[in-house]
């Protein structure tokens, strides 16, 4: 299984909504992400979890609320958004080997979102 | 910083034509490098990889070739096919330090196949 798993895969919400994505892999990784696209741009980091920890914080603003509950799951917490967040959120993973990291990403399909 | 350049586009081809997507990279250290390929309304999905100095990745007729020497990883097809139209994005990771695990993306490249 090579698979990581985002739901939903559309999702359109009201400014003062609150809505969370989800992520899930049952590879093993220890090392998970998500990050965000905006058309005809290529991924940005927003946040990474080794061994379920926060280990990666691109200064994204506090709207957007990550939580890892285990090593094979991954939320991303909406609230407050804006129009301007409107994007794909990829979610990857990938293994973690002692100190390394195996750094073959595996990434989702994602989750369009539009913000209204 | 650890950063990948790649070339601009679109870039448009005739099936069959002979591809080079154009990638360097730079880094610190002994970084990874990556090939994805991204359909549209679809996700990345990793193309083809390399960890090493003179390695070669290869997958579906797609090559790149990693040269310390000259810091590139470029892409090559034979004879591409309308199936290959897709972005196509060059991609480092760091292998240590405080960057460790990030991927650092260069801007992409959209390639379109006309039968």
């Known amino acids: 299984d090579t698979e990581v798993t985002q739901t939903p895969k559309h999702l359109v919400m009201g400014m003062t909504n609150k809505k969370s994505l989800k992520c899930e892999q049952h590879?093993?990784?220890?090392?998970m992400y998500w990050y965000k696209q905006k058309a005809k741009k290529p991924p940005e980091l927003m946040f990474v979890?080794?061994?379920?920890?926060?280990?990666i914080n691109e200064s994204v603003p506090s709207r957007f609320s990550p939580e890892c509950p285990n090593s094979s799951l991954l939320n991303l917490h909406l609230h407050a958004l804006q129009p301007e967040d409107s994007a794909l959120y990829l979610c990857?993973?990938?293994?973690?080997?002692?100190?390394?990291?195996?750094?073959?990403?595996?990434f989702g399909q994602g989750t369009r979102l539009t913000v209204v | 910083g650890d950063s990948v350049t790649q070339m601009e586009g679109p870039v448009t081809l005739s099936e069959e034509a002979f591809l080079t997507i154009n990638c360097t990279y730079t880094?610190?250290?002994?970084?990874?490098l990556f090939w994805y390929v991204q359909y549209p309304g679809e996700g990345l999905q990793l193309l083809l990889k390399?960890?090493?100095?003179?390695d070669k990745g290869s997958n579906k007729g797609f090559e790149a070739t990693y040269r310390k020497e000259t810091t590139s990883f470029h892409l090559e097809k034979g004879s591409v096919q309308v199936s290959d139209s897709a972005v196509y994005f060059c991609?480092?990771?760091?292998?240590?330090?405080?960057?460790?695990?990030?991927?650092?993306f260069g801007r992409g490249t959209q390639l379109t196949v006309w039968p």
């Open positions: 990857a993973s990938s293994l973690l080997t002692d100190a390394r990291v195996n750094t073959e990403a595996f």
């Open positions: 590879m093993g990784h220890r090392a």
């Open positions: 979890y080794s061994y379920e920890k926060l280990s």
């Open positions: 880094a610190t250290g002994y970084p990874s």
């Open positions: 390399a960890t090493k100095a003179d």
């Open positions: 991609a480092l990771s760091a292998d240590r330090g405080s960057t460790l695990g990030r991927l650092y």
